[in-house]
Nanobody, 127 residues
Framework: QIHLVESGGGSVQAGGSLRLTCAVS????????KAWFRQRPGKEREGVAA???????DYVDSVKGRFTISQDSAKNTLYLQMNSLKPEDTAVYYC?????????????????????WGQGTQVTVSS
Protein backbone atom coordinates (compact mmCIF):
# COMPACT_ATOMS: atom_id res chain seq x y z
CA GLN A 1 0.00 0.00 0.00
CA ILE A 2 1.32 3.42 -0.99
CA HIS A 3 0.28 6.56 0.86
CA LEU A 4 0.67 10.07 -0.57
CA VAL A 5 0.08 13.44 1.07
CA GLU A 6 0.35 16.72 -0.86
CA SER A 7 1.13 20.14 0.53
CA GLY A 8 2.27 23.52 -0.74
CA GLY A 9 -0.77 24.75 -2.61
CA GLY A 10 -2.10 28.26 -2.17
CA SER A 11 -2.95 31.51 -3.89
CA VAL A 12 -0.47 33.47 -5.97
CA GLN A 13 -0.54 36.21 -8.57
CA ALA A 14 0.24 35.51 -12.20
CA GLY A 15 3.97 35.24 -12.75
CA GLY A 16 4.56 33.90 -9.27
CA SER A 17 5.88 30.55 -8.10
CA LEU A 18 4.80 27.70 -5.87
CA ARG A 19 6.38 24.39 -4.94
CA LEU A 20 4.13 21.43 -4.31
CA THR A 21 5.37 18.63 -2.10
CA CYS A 22 4.13 15.05 -1.95
CA ALA A 23 5.22 12.88 0.97
CA VAL A 24 5.33 9.25 -0.16
CA SER A 25 5.33 6.19 2.07
CA UNK A 26 4.89 2.49 1.53
CA UNK A 27 6.75 -0.61 0.48
CA UNK A 28 9.03 -0.30 -2.53
CA UNK A 29 7.54 3.01 -3.63
CA UNK A 30 10.95 3.87 -5.09
CA UNK A 31 10.11 1.49 -7.92
CA UNK A 32 6.89 3.31 -8.79
CA UNK A 33 6.24 5.76 -11.56
CA LYS A 34 4.98 9.00 -10.04
CA ALA A 35 3.15 11.92 -11.53
CA TRP A 36 1.34 15.15 -10.85
CA PHE A 37 -2.15 15.57 -12.24
CA ARG A 38 -4.53 18.50 -12.03
CA GLN A 39 -8.22 19.04 -12.40
CA ARG A 40 -9.37 22.48 -13.45
CA PRO A 41 -12.97 23.58 -12.92
CA GLY A 42 -15.19 21.98 -15.54
CA LYS A 43 -12.28 20.11 -17.11
CA GLU A 44 -11.13 16.49 -17.16
CA ARG A 45 -8.18 15.35 -15.06
CA GLU A 46 -4.94 16.18 -16.85
CA GLY A 47 -1.44 14.81 -16.53
CA VAL A 48 0.98 17.65 -15.78
CA ALA A 49 4.34 16.00 -15.11
CA ALA A 50 5.63 12.47 -14.68
CA UNK A 51 8.84 10.85 -13.46
CA UNK A 52 9.97 7.25 -13.79
CA UNK A 53 11.88 5.30 -11.14
CA UNK A 54 15.01 5.94 -13.21
CA UNK A 55 14.50 9.70 -13.23
CA UNK A 56 13.11 10.23 -16.71
CA UNK A 57 10.66 13.13 -16.84
CA ASP A 58 8.03 14.54 -19.15
CA TYR A 59 5.52 17.36 -19.09
CA VAL A 60 2.31 18.39 -20.76
CA ASP A 61 3.08 21.02 -23.41
CA SER A 62 1.33 23.82 -21.55
CA VAL A 63 3.78 23.68 -18.61
CA LYS A 64 7.04 22.83 -20.38
CA GLY A 65 9.75 25.29 -19.40
CA ARG A 66 7.76 26.48 -16.37
CA PHE A 67 7.24 23.40 -14.18
CA THR A 68 9.84 20.92 -12.91
CA ILE A 69 9.13 17.54 -11.35
CA SER A 70 11.73 15.97 -9.10
CA GLN A 71 12.03 13.44 -6.33
CA ASP A 72 14.23 13.07 -3.29
CA SER A 73 14.48 9.37 -2.56
CA ALA A 74 16.22 9.92 0.76
CA LYS A 75 13.34 12.11 1.94
CA ASN A 76 10.63 10.01 0.26
CA THR A 77 9.32 13.18 -1.33
CA LEU A 78 8.06 14.17 -4.76
CA TYR A 79 8.11 17.83 -5.80
CA LEU A 80 6.55 20.03 -8.44
CA GLN A 81 8.23 23.40 -8.81
CA MET A 82 5.87 25.75 -10.63
CA ASN A 83 7.22 29.03 -12.00
CA SER A 84 5.68 31.75 -14.17
CA LEU A 85 2.24 30.67 -13.08
CA LYS A 86 -0.75 31.62 -15.19
CA PRO A 87 -4.44 31.91 -14.27
CA GLU A 88 -5.10 28.82 -16.39
CA ASP A 89 -2.91 26.82 -14.01
CA THR A 90 -5.62 27.22 -11.36
CA ALA A 91 -6.66 23.70 -10.37
CA VAL A 92 -6.59 21.04 -7.70
CA TYR A 93 -3.25 19.28 -8.03
CA TYR A 94 -2.81 15.62 -7.15
CA CYS A 95 0.25 13.43 -6.85
CA UNK A 96 -0.13 9.80 -7.85
CA UNK A 97 1.91 6.60 -7.98
CA UNK A 98 1.73 3.46 -10.07
CA UNK A 99 3.67 0.21 -10.12
CA UNK A 100 2.77 -0.31 -13.79
CA UNK A 101 5.65 -0.13 -16.24
CA UNK A 102 4.99 2.80 -18.50
CA UNK A 103 6.76 5.59 -20.27
CA UNK A 104 6.37 9.14 -19.03
CA UNK A 105 4.27 9.95 -22.08
CA UNK A 106 1.93 7.09 -21.20
CA UNK A 107 1.84 8.21 -17.59
CA UNK A 108 0.65 11.69 -18.56
CA UNK A 109 -2.26 10.30 -20.52
CA UNK A 110 -3.30 7.28 -18.45
CA UNK A 111 -4.41 8.60 -15.08
CA UNK A 112 -6.55 5.48 -14.61
CA UNK A 113 -3.33 3.37 -14.43
CA UNK A 114 -2.51 5.10 -11.14
CA UNK A 115 -4.10 3.34 -8.17
CA UNK A 116 -2.57 5.53 -5.47
CA TRP A 117 -3.53 9.19 -5.06
CA GLY A 118 -3.08 11.99 -2.60
CA GLN A 119 -5.98 14.08 -1.36
CA GLY A 120 -5.19 17.04 -3.61
CA THR A 121 -4.06 20.59 -2.97
CA GLN A 122 -5.65 23.74 -4.40
CA VAL A 123 -3.58 26.13 -6.51
CA THR A 124 -5.18 29.45 -7.40
CA VAL A 125 -3.49 31.94 -9.73
CA SER A 126 -5.01 35.39 -10.02
CA SER A 127 -4.45 37.78 -12.88
Amino acid sequence: QIHLVESGGGSVQAGGSLRLTCAVSGYNHGRYCKAWFRQRPGKEREGVAAITPFGGTDYVDSVKGRFTISQDSAKNTLYLQMNSLKPEDTAVYYCAASQAKMTTVQALGLWFFFPYWGQGTQVTVSS
